[in-house]
């Protein structure tokens, strides 16, 4: 498996901007499609955004459909979640993943990997 390691969580203000990143190490990285995860307090965890390996395809949440970015660096071992026009309910932990396809990581199967969670709260 993959370890995963997020960075760039904080407080911001509604309609602000925050950019998280995920570092991987182990395994190559390079084989793996990556995604986004988020948990609010009380909630269930929920999909945010995923990454393909190989073309780069996107998908996203219907949530953040439209405000979000998800986008990866493989020479640096490294996936990106750009964040704009934040809302209060974006506020959550937010889990960085890696699997072994799109499909998996959308429908919570395989055999993921998850970072340690970076904490986002939007302040309205």
């Known amino acids: 498996q993959v370890q995963l390691v997020e960075s760039g969580g904080g407080l911001v203000q509604a309609g602000g901007s925050l950019r998280l990143s995920c570092a991987a190490s182990?395994?190559?990285?390079?084989?793996?499609?990556m995604g986004w995860f988020r948990q609010a307090p009380g909630k269930e965890r929920e999909f945010v955004a995923a990454i393909a390996w190989g073309d780069g395809s996107t998908y996203y949440g219907d949530s953040v459909m439209g405000r979000f970015t998800i986008s990866r660096d493989n020479a640096k071992n490294t996936v990106y979640l750009q964040m704009n026009s934040l809302k209060a309910e974006d506020t959550g932990v937010y889990y960085c993943n890696a699997n072994s396809g799109l499909r998996a990581i959308v429908t919570m199967t395989g055999r993921p990997s998850w970072g340690q969670g970076a904490q986002v709260t939007v302040s309205s």
């Open positions: 182990g395994r190559t990285f390079g084989s793996y499609a």
